[in-house]
């Protein structure tokens, strides 16, 4: 029997300190400006980086625990037709160990480490938004292990952008409602990277539901130029 990863959403101050040191000096990538993202929100941060975020999370401590509740409540009522769903299109592939912690963030950038297999997700992100995001960056971690351990060939092939890029496009149609999106109750497709919505919008036009994920891996790499 297939074994899924056990998701905790937990709070990381120093995680979102590092953060945004890296996101505040990021320029624009997949069509999103990070820094105006964080700026947009917490224009006094500019003041004084470590400072803010630590008086921001002394005043903030208990919406932040709230959040973190709240969104372990919503994950564990969709994960199970997700992981279910995920077997499928990625062929029965394991997921890869790794701690599986959702780390809640005062910014909305959503980084995912590959390394640790932990992430960040929003945290006045709503009940749809904040399943979304947990899905998204998983299958990160999914796509990346898929591609080490049944790609190979194709992975020399591909500079670590191109990869992403394509872990990204992969990630645009997988979560639309008429894919996994579906298990989600998702309403509607929630936005990610902008560069990439028309890549994916061709593909759906050749991706079906029974498909999987070696052939949404061609039709991405194809329409990718």
């Known amino acids: 029997m297939m074994e899924y990863p056990k998701i905790k959403f937990s709070l990381n101050k120093s995680l979102d300190k590092r953060m945004a040191i890296e996101f505040l000096s990021h320029n624009h990538h997949g069509g999103i400006n990070f ?18 975020i630590d008086n921001f999370y002394k005043q903030h401590r208990p919406q932040l625990l709230k959040s973190a509740i709240n969104f372990q409540k919503l994950w564990d009522l969709k994960s199970k037709e997700f992981f279910t ?10 997921w890869p160990n790794g701690e599986y912690i959702g780390y809640i963030s005062i910014f909305t950038c959503g980084p995912r480490f590959l390394h640790d297999k932990t ?29 080490e351990k049944k790609r190979k060939n194709l992975k020399k092939k591909l500079s670590e952008e191109k990869l992403w890029r394509i872990s990204e496009i992969v990630n645009e149609v997988l979560l639309d409602p008429q894919y ?6 998702l309403k509607k497709k929630l936005p990610g990277y ?3 919505v028309p890549i994916a919008e061709k593909i759906k036009k050749f991706f079906k539901k029974t ?15």
């Open 35 to 52: 820094a105006q993202g964080i700026l947009g929100i917490h224009p006094g941060i500019k003041k004084s980086i470590f400072s803010y």
């Open 85 to 94: 769903a995920t077997d499928i299109t990625f062929n029965n592939h394991p």
């Open 119 to 147: 992430f960040q997700v929003f945290y006045k992100n709503n009940e749809e938004t904040a399943v979304f995001c947990t899905a998204h960056e998983i299958l990160h971690f999914l796509f990346y292990d898929y591609i």
């Open 180 to 185: 996994l999106g579906r298990t989600l109750d």
């Open 194 to 196: 902008p560069e990439f």
């Open 211 to 225: 498909d999987n994920i070696d052939k949404l891996i061609k039709l991405a790499t194809k329409f990718d130029k």
